[in-house]
């Protein structure tokens, strides 16, 4: 494997656990670190909420009534979440300077900010799950196919190993079409997973940790969440999740990955301190019901309203819904829940949207 130089700077779920050296003011400059317990990592900052075990899972899936409520019809669908579709590659490249993002479908998207082009968490397949017949199934295909993406692509960043974020095929696929030309960045502990794949080019990243990609002047960090990890049985939290913060000389991303939002501490206000203000942002709005399941590791509109504030974001999409039946909302609430929560905290309606999938966005 070729072996990747990562510029460290040493700053810096199931366990609530409190790092001694923090403080409760949240303008404290010291930064919540990622943190081991036997081997597996927990939460580092104060949280109000533990996850729910098994039992009381498989009792939500068995007794409680969904409420996605899915059309029938393909039309109807086609109707309420449209997808475009871009065959012509050259259609995605950003030919001025700025910030381009396309969102493919639940946290995966195409950004190409400048000269630099990347994805974040790409699945392409039609479920996500352990293989292809297993898992949640699309009811809205990927706007994006990987021979649909250019060819001069830099990068993929990878938030957590849950199936949803990190597949098994899209990997396979992008791999053999980029090979080392593509730099891949992930949490710690998933290095091993990628070398499984024969995947070169892997920096592992610790929270707060910053990399340097020389190739492009560009700057990548990897950002604390409030989230969990596992693909197998034994490895729950064996791995690291978190967002990145990634910027150049004049422009900054910041994609959340999956979270909760911490009450206590913002870890998010840490990070619009230390990386912001973004230019801008993909947060997460669906998948957060029910509430006493989901609260712990990912966050209601209501509350991804509080980190596209906290973060100093100028402009934010709304992700992570529209494409898998992952919880118990209406499959269209969280676009609407999000119009609401943006309204009472009185900001620019234009400030945090939704798109559709494989729309384009351009930011100058």
Same mark, same amino acid.
């Given at each position: /494997?070729?072996?990747?130089?990562?510029?460290?700077?040493?700053?810096?779920?199931?366990?609530?656990?409190?790092? @001694?050296?923090?403080?409760?003011?949240?303008?404290?400059?010291? !930064?919540?670190?990622?943190?081991?317990?036997?081997?597996?990592?927990?939460?580092?900052?104060?949280?109000?909420?533990?996850? @729910?075990?098994?039992?009381?899972?498989?009792?939500?899936?068995?007794? /409680?009534?969904?409420?996605?409520?899915?059309?029938?019809?393909?039309?109807?669908?086609?109707?309420?979440? *449209?997808?475009?579709?871009?065959?012509?590659?050259?259609?995605?490249?950003?030919?001025? *300077?700025?910030?381009?993002?396309?969102?493919?479908?639940?946290?995966?998207?195409?950004?190409?900010?400048?000269?630099?082009?990347?994805?974040?968490? *790409?699945?392409? =397949?039609?479920?996500?799950?352990?293989?292809?017949?297993?898992? @949640?199934?699309?009811?809205?295909?990927?706007?994006?196919?990987?021979?649909? !993406?250019?060819?001069?692509?830099?990068?993929?960043?990878?938030?957590?190993?849950?199936?949803?974020?990190?597949?098994?095929?899209?990997?396979?696929?992008?791999?053999?079409?980029?090979?080392?030309?593509?730099?891949?960045?992930?949490?710690?502990?998933?290095?091993?997973?990628?070398? =499984?794949?024969?995947?070169?080019?892997?920096?592992?990243?610790?929270?707060?940790?910053?990399?340097?990609?020389?190739?492009?002047?560009?700057?990548?960090?990897?950002?604390?969440?409030?989230?969990?990890s596992r693909r197998g049985i034994f490895d729950t939290n064996k791995s690291l999740w978190g967002g990145f913060a990634i910027?150049?000389?004049?422009?900054?991303?910041?994609?959340?990955?999956?979270?909760?939002?911490?009450?206590?501490?913002?870890?998010?206000?840490?990070?619009?301190?230390?990386?912001?203000?973004?230019?801008? =942002?993909?947060?997460?709005?669906?998948?957060?019901? *029910?509430?006493?399941?989901?609260?712990?590791?990912?966050? =209601?509109?209501?509350?991804?309203?509080?980190?596209?504030?906290?973060?100093?974001?100028?402009?934010?999409?709304?992700?992570?819904?529209?494409?898998?039946?992952?919880?118990?909302?209406?499959? /269209?609430?969280p676009p609407k829940k999000l119009i609401q929560a943006v309204q009472r905290h009185e900001l620019d309606p234009t400030s945090f949207i939704?798109?559709?999938?494989?729309?384009? !966005?351009?930011? @100058?």
């Amino acid at each position: /494997m070729m072996k990747v130089h990562v510029q460290i700077i040493v700053i810096g779920i199931f366990h609530a656990l409190v790092d @001694p050296t923090l403080t409760t003011n949240e303008t404290s400059i010291e !930064l919540i670190k990622s943190r081991m317990d036997d081997g597996r990592y927990v939460n580092s900052f104060n949280s109000q909420y533990g996850m @729910p075990g098994w039992l009381a899972i498989l009792k939500w899936k068995i007794t /409680m009534r969904s409420n996605v409520k899915l059309p029938d019809k393909a039309e109807e669908l086609d109707r309420l979440l *449209p997808v475009i579709h871009h065959k012509n590659r050259e259609d995605l490249y950003l030919t001025t *300077p700025g910030i381009r993002y396309i969102w493919i479908g639940h946290a995966s998207c195409f950004v190409q900010m400048n000269n630099f082009r990347f994805l974040v968490d *790409p699945v392409f =397949s039609e479920r996500c799950g352990m293989n292809s017949c297993v898992g @949640p199934k699309r009811y809205r295909p990927a706007a994006l196919t990987v021979t649909d !993406l250019p060819n001069d692509l830099d990068a993929v960043f990878i938030s957590h190993n849950h199936y949803d974020h990190l597949d098994y095929a899209s990997v396979k696929d992008l791999n053999n079409r980029y090979g080392a030309r593509l730099t891949w960045f992930c949490g710690k502990g998933n290095r091993e997973w990628f070398s =499984s794949m024969n995947v070169a080019n892997v920096v592992e990243l610790d929270w707060w940790e910053e990399y340097h990609f020389s190739n492009k002047n560009v700057n990548i960090a990897f950002c604390p969440a409030q989230h969990w990890s596992r693909r197998g049985i034994f490895d729950t939290n064996k791995s690291l999740w978190g967002g990145f913060a990634i910027w150049d000389a004049t422009h900054k991303f910041y994609h959340a990955g999956d979270t909760g939002y911490t009450h206590n501490i913002s870890i998010f206000r840490q990070i619009g301190q230390k990386y912001g203000p973004f230019d801008l =942002s993909a947060i997460p709005i669906g998948a957060y019901e *029910p509430r006493w399941i989901m609260e712990g590791q990912h966050v =209601s509109p209501d509350e991804a309203v509080l980190i596209h504030m906290d973060v100093q974001s100028n402009k934010s999409v709304g992700i992570h819904w529209g494409t898998w039946a992952m919880s118990n909302e209406y499959f /269209m609430e969280p676009p609407k829940k999000l119009i609401q929560a943006v309204q009472r905290h009185e900001l620019d309606p234009t400030s945090f949207i939704v798109l559709k999938h494989g729309e384009i !966005l351009d930011l @100058p």
